[in-house]
């Protein structure tokens, strides 16, 4: 969206790309949490499992979740005002650090609140305020979150990913982003090609290559834009991820023989496959669409 579009463009359709920015960065500060926190949660029920198995005390027993406790400083336990919760704002205002002790806040808090806002403009301004914008607005929150907790902990938790494919079957029975059909066929399809390929880099390097919640992710992906998106899909978020990769070993950041978390390619690839991929394919595939 460039500005002078922006600023073409209807002024109801401008005011609700505003609101949608603002609403974004909301809940950007909560996708922050669940980023944070759905990793400890799944965890914690791990050991609690582990250890009711084995007849161990249970090794979690207070209360946490993605609302309870408060977010607080983990170095020095200070509880998050209202007012120092405030996207972007606050983390200007208090310069980047911790009010109790001045230890410095990571950039990355106000980077995630700033992308899901604007994304959100975008979309809204993109596909209006209908079932289309808010599905889409679902969609891109799902994979913000999926990103960073992929690209942290190289995990893509089945409370993520099985909403995300089950949303994108209820939203296209109306053929919303694409015929029920496709959309069927385009899940079982993802999951397949991610699923083969998975064994056969097994078989032949003794490893694996990547995890199951890749399947779950290009399925969900599958399931939203049919399977005709899926070969675009697969080019992109190989293409980036092939070069980031690259890039990211040659500056020694990281080993070779160190698994590079492929969910965030996926999820990159997937959105610019809901903006652009249908005049995409179409300019490769006359007639698809």
């Known amino acids: 969206m460039a500005p002078a579009d922006l600023l073409a463009a209807p002024p109801h359709t401008a005011a609700a790309a505003f609101i949608a920015l603002v609403f974004g960065l909301v809940i950007g500060s909560f996708l922050n949490v669940v980023i944070h926190r759905l990793p ?23 209360h946490y979740n ?10 020095c ?12 704002v606050s983390y200007l205002a208090l310069g980047g650090k911790c009010s109790g002790c001045k230890t410095p806040i990571s ?17 809204v301004w993109h596909f209006g305020t209908g079932l289309t914008g ?9 994979l913000i979150a999926m990103t960073f907790i992929d690209a942290d902990t190289q995990l893509l938790p089945d409370d993520l990913t099985y909403p995300l494919l089950w949303a994108g079957l209820l939203v296209n029975l109306n053929g919303t982003f694409a015929p029920l059909r496709d959309a069927v066929i385009g899940a079982a399809a993802g999951y397949l090609v991610l699923w083969s390929v998975y064994w056969a880099f097994k078989l032949i390097r003794g490893k694996e290559g990547m995890g199951y919640g890749d399947f779950k992710l290009l ?35 990281r080993d070779s023989d160190n698994p590079i978390p492929f969910g ?14 249908k005049p995409i394919v179409q300019s490769w595939l006359p007639g698809v669409f």
């Not at 950039?107 to 979309?123: C, D």
């Not at 808010?134 to 799902?142: R, V």
């Open 134 to 142: 808010f599905a889409a607005l679902l969609f891109c929150y799902l």
């Open 219 to 253: 399925a969900a992906l599958g399931a939203w834009m049919g399977w005709t998106m899926l070969p675009l899909i697969i080019l992109l978020s190989s293409i980036v991820g092939a070069v980031v990769g690259i890039c990211m070993i040659a500056s020694k950041r």
């Open 107 to 123: 950039i990355r808090y106000p980077i995630i609140e700033l992308v899901t806002g604007l994304l959100s403009g975008y979309l």
């Open 264 to 277: 965030p390619y996926l999820a990159a690839a997937g959105l610019i496959a809901l903006l652009f991929g």
């Open 40 to 62: 400890r949660m799944m965890q914690r029920e791990s050991d609690n499992y582990v250890a009711e198995e084995s007849g161990k005390p249970l090794p979690h027993t207070d």
């Open 77 to 88: 336990g200070h509880q998050i005002t209202a007012m120092e919760n405030i996207p972007v």
């Open 66 to 75: 993605l609302a309870i406790p408060r977010s607080a400083c983990p170095s």
